[in-house]
């Protein structure tokens, strides 16, 4: 059995779902933080079945939570104080993303006045439906499950 150290300050992220790790990493800019990041994938849950977790020795503030709950809002986010788990925070979809995603249409504001921030209000909670503030175009991943 693999056993991760605990972290004493930080945030661990569980119930990933299995193989979201790495792109979770990517989209939160772990990459680019000081830090040091355990990644374990394909974890036995038993609620899951696989899960994936990340275990980030960092303050709290530097993780971008809208971006989170935006991919995965049922990822929980345990907070570590003195090595102990002092917060368990549930996610909710963000009510408005921030230069998170990309507007794709071509007629929109935002493709002519590239210094306007995207901005992406949440249309249809149920449904997990974001749309563009200018434009009003629902937004897509592409093909692979992604976005920008």
């Known amino acids: 059995m ?18 979201k790790a790495m792109y ?20 036995r849950s038993n609620a899951m079945g696989k899960k994936d977790i990340l275990k980030v020795e960092c303050d709290i503030d530097s993780l971008n ?30 009510r408005e993303l921030v230069d998170v995603i990309k507007c794709t249409n071509p007629r929109c504001i935002t493709s002519i ?9 949440l249309a249809d909670e149920e449904r997990e439906i974001y749309r563009c503030k200018y434009c009003d175009v629902k937004y897509e991943e592409n093909d692979a499950g992604e976005w920008n």
Not at 2 to 19: C, M, R, T
Not at 30 to 36: A, E, F, N, S, W
Not at 113 to 121: A, D, N, T, V
């Open 65 to 94: 939570l809208d971006v989170l709950a935006f991919i995965d809002h049922n990822i929980t986010v345990n907070v570590i104080k003195d090595g102990e788990i002092k917060e368990k925070r549930k996610l909710e979809l963000p």
């Open 24 to 43: 979770i990493y990517h989209h939160l800019g772990l990459d680019k933080l000081d830090c040091p990041v355990a990644i374990i994938k394909n974890a």
């Open 113 to 121: 006045e590239h210094e306007l921030p995207h901005i992406f209000y």
């Open 2 to 19: 693999l056993n991760v150290g605990k972290i004493e300050e930080g945030f661990v992220l569980d119930h990933i779902p299995a193989g």
